[in-house]
C-alpha cells in the first residue's frame, strides 16, 4: 500500500498527455490503487460518485471500489499511459512477491516477543555493551553515577532495548577493575622484554590537595614506532624528601618488572628533591625543557616595569570578562575599526604560553579596548598608558616566537630529544639573537633566557645525551657537536656493549639448550684438532673486527646526505 501511495504522488509518467484542464480533478480520497493516478473527480463532486479520466475527460462507470473498468478504459483508449500503468504495477509485484525487501514488514509474533526480552548476563552482546561503557567511563574519566542516571538509560534504551545497564555498584567493583587488570596485562607483556626505554615522572597534587607520584614510559617498538604510557599515578602521602621519593620510583619500577639498567633517563622538572632522589639512586636525569624554558622566561620577568604593565593587563582583561556590556561593546568596536573579532585571553599563572597569548591578544586589539573605556566614566582609570603598552609590545616581540617551540616540543608522538640541542643553536643563532629594532627591554628579555638555557646544559651527562640523540637523527648528524671524536666514540661503545650482551644472550640459550632440563650433564667428548682450526681468529681479534665492522658503519653513515627537516626519524 505504501509503494502505491509513493507511486501514486511522483509526477506524471512521460507519457502521459493530462491537459491543463485535468489539475481541476481531486484524486480518490484513500485510494490504493495506482490506476487511479489517471481519474478523478470534480471539485463539486462531494460523494465522489461520478469518475472522470483526466485524459480524455470521460466519465467511467465503477462498480463501488473496483478498478476494472478504470484499467480497461485505459488499455484500450490510452496505450502509452497503460503502458505506463503495468510498468508501475510490475514494480509493486516484485516488492510483494519478496525480489526487493519491503520498507514496512510486519513483525511475527515471536520476533516482537523477543526485542523485548532483556539480554541475559552471559550473552555475548550484554557482555560487549557493557564493556564498550566502561571503557568510555574510564577513557573520558566519568564519574559512575552516570550510569544510574535517567538520560543515560533513556540513550541506551534507543540505542539497545534489551540492554539492561548495570548499577554503579557494578562498575566500581567489577567492570572497572577487570578492564585496569586486562590492560595492565597487556601493558606489562609489551614492556616486560625492552631492552631500552626512557621515563618521565612527576608530583601531582589534585583538586583536594591530595598528592600523586606519576611514572610514564616512553619506547621505541619493534615496528620502530615511538609508543607511551603513563603506567601508574598512585597515590603518595608520604613527606617528599628525595630519599622517599628516590624509593617510591624504585618501587614503581619493580612493580612492572622494568631493569634500572635498561633505562636509558628519566625526565623531570627541576624541583630540588626530586633531582636529590635521582642522584640518590644514580640515574641519569634529563631536565624537562618545558619546565627550563618557563623557569627561563619567569626570571626574565623580573622587572618592576614589567610586573606593572601585565598588572594593567590582567585587570582589564579580568574587567571585560566579568562584564557582558563590555564584551559588547567590544565586538562593536572591532567591527568599526575592522579589528578581528577576537575575545581576550585570560592569564594561566603557571603557564607563561597563556601570559604569552594574553598579552598579544591585549596589544592587538588595543584600540578597540581604548574607546571601550573611554566610553565607560567608571572604568576610564583602566585605560593602559602608553609606557605600558610600551612594554606589553617589547615583551610580545621577545617570546612570541618560543611560543611555536614550545607546542611542537610537547607531542607524544614526536621525537624530541634529539631536537634539543638544534633548537638551542637555533635560540642562539636566530630565535633570541638581537635585532637591529629591539628595544632595550627586548633584549634584555632575551639575554636573561639564553643565559639561562645555556647555563643548565652545559652539564657534561646531559650535553652527551643531547650530542649522541641529535648524532643518531638522519636529520641532523654531527652538525651541532662540539667534539665530534667523543661522540663517535662513545656511540661505538654503545654499539659494542649492545652486540656483546645480544651474543651473550644467544650463548646462554645455547647452553640452556645443551644441558636440557635434567641435572646430568655431559660435557662434549674431546675432538681432535684439525688442521683448519689453527687459522681461525682468537676471541680478541673477533672483537677487534666488530669494533672496525662497527667504525665503519658510523663512518658510512655519517656519509649519507641530511634528510629533510620534516622526515620522521623513525621511518628513515
Not at 510486519?106 to 539480554?119: D, G, M
Not at 630519599?243 to 622538572?269: H, N, P, Q, R, Y
Not at 571601550?372 to 583602566?382: E, I, M, P, S, T
Request: glycine letters at 4%.
Amino acid at each position: 500500500m505504501q509503494a502505491e501511495e509513493a507511486a501514486a504522488s511522483d509526477p506524471e509518467p512521460a507519457g502521459s498527455s493530462t491537459t491543463s484542464e485535468s489539475k481541476e480533478l481531486v484524486p480518490r480520497r484513500g485510494f490504493t490503487s495506482l490506476v487511479w493516478r489517471w481519474f478523478g473527480f470534480e471539485k463539486n463532486d462531494v460523494v465522489q460518485n461520478n469518475v472522470i479520466c483526466k485524459i480524455c475527460r470521460k466519465s467511467v462507470t465503477v462498480k463501488q471500489s473496483s478498478t476494472t473498468n478504470l484499467i480497461h478504459h485505459l488499455r484500450y483508449n490510452h496505450s502509452k499511459e497503460y503502458e505506463a500503468f503495468e510498468k508501475l504495477r510490475d514494480s509493486q509485484r516484485k516488492i510483494s512477491t519478496g525480489r526487493l525487501k519491503p520498507q514496512c514488514a510486519q513483525q511475527t509474533l515471536a520476533e516482537s516477543f523477543s526485542k523485548r526480552v532483556p539480554y541475559e548476563r552471559k550473552r555475548k552482546r550484554w557482555q560487549d555493551v557493557t564493556n564498550a561503557v566502561t571503557k568510555f567511563i574510564a577513557r573520558e574519566m566519568l564519574p559512575m553515577r552516570l550510569v544510574e542516571s535517567e538520560s543515560f538509560t533513556e540513550l541506551v534504551n534507543v540505542l539497545e532495548p534489551r540492554y539492561t545497564v548495570p548499577s554503579r555498584k557494578y562498575f566500581s567493583g567489577t567492570a572497572l577493575p577487570t578492564l585496569y587488570d586486562d590492560t595492565r596485562k597487556a601493558v606489562e607483556k609489551e614492556v616486560h622484554s625492552l631492552t631500552h626505554f626512557a621515563t618521565t615522572t612527576d608530583l601531582w597534587s589534585s583538586r583536594t590537595s591530595e598528592p600523586y607520584l606519576s611514572l610514564t614510559i616512553h619506547f621505541i617498538d619493534e615496528s620502530w614506532r615511538l609508543r607511551s604510557y603513563c603506567l601508574q599515578t598512585s597515590y603518595f602521602p608520604e613527606c617528599h624528601t628525595g630519599e622517599i621519593i628516590a624509593l617510591g620510583l624504585k618501587d614503581a619500577l619493580a612493580s612492572w618488572s622494568l631493569k634500572e639498567e635498561a633505562m636509558v633517563c628519566m625526565t623531570t622538572d627541576s624541583g630540588a628533591n626530586v633531582v636529590s632522589a635521582l642522584r640518590i639512586n644514580n640515574w641519569k636525569r634529563l631536565p624537562c625543557f618545558g619546565h627550563r624554558l618557563h623557569i627561563a622566561i619567569e626570571r626574565s620577568m623580573r622587572d618592576t616595569k614589567i610586573d606593572s604593565a601585565i598588572g594593567v593587563c590582567k585587570k582589564v582583561v579580568g574587567a571585560f570578562s566579568n562584564s557582558w556590556n563590555l564584551k559588547k561593546a567590544l565586538a562593536d568596536a572591532q567591527t568599526q575599526m575592522k579589528l578581528p573579532e577576537h575575545k581576550l585571553i585570560t592569564e594561566s599563572p603557571t603557564r607563561w604560553a597563556s601570559r604569552q597569548r594574553m598579552i598579544e591578544r591585549f596589544v592587538e586589539q588595543e584600540k578597540a579596548i581604548r574607546h571601550v573605556l573611554g566610553g565607560d566614566k567608571k572604568r576610564r582609570q583602566l585605560i593602559p598608558s602608553w609606557q605600558d603598552i610600551d612594554v606589553l609590545e617589547s615583551v610580545s616581540k621577545a617570546l612570541s616566537p618560543l611560543l611555536e617551540f614550545t607546542d611542537a616540543l610537547s607531542g607524544e608522538q614526536v621525537v624530541t630529544i634529539s631536537y634539543m640541542k638544534p633548537v638551542l643553536s637555533l635560540f642562539n643563532s636566530e630565535v633570541l639573537a638581537e635585532k637591529s629594532d629591539d628595544t632595550q627591554l627586548t633584549k634584555q628579555i632575551k639575554e636573561s633566557i639564553l643565559g639561562y638555557l645555556n647555563t643548565k646544559y652545559r652539564d657534561d651527562n646531559v650535553d652527551d645525551l643531547l650530542s649522541v640523540a641529535s648524532t643518531l637523527d638522519p636529520r641532523f648528524k654531527n652538525r651541532y657537536n662540539d667534539d665530534d671524536q667523543m661522540i663517535m666514540s662513545t656511540i661505538s661503545s654503545e654499539l659494542m656493549a649492545m652486540t656483546t650482551q645480544e651474543e651473550s644472550s644467544e650463548g646462554a640459550i645455547a647452553e640452556g639448550g645443551a644441558k636440557g632440563d635434567d641435572d646430568t650433564y655431559e660435557p662434549a667428548k674431546k675432538t681432535k684438532k684439525s688442521f683448519g682450526s689453527y687459522f681461525k681468529k682468537s676471541v680478541k681479534e673477533e672483537r677487534e673486527s666488530q669494533a672496525n665492522v662497527i667504525e665503519k658503519e658510523i663512518k658510512s653513515y655519517l656519509l649519507i646526505p641530511e634528510v629533510d627537516s620534516d622526515v620522521n626519524p623513525l621511518e628513515w
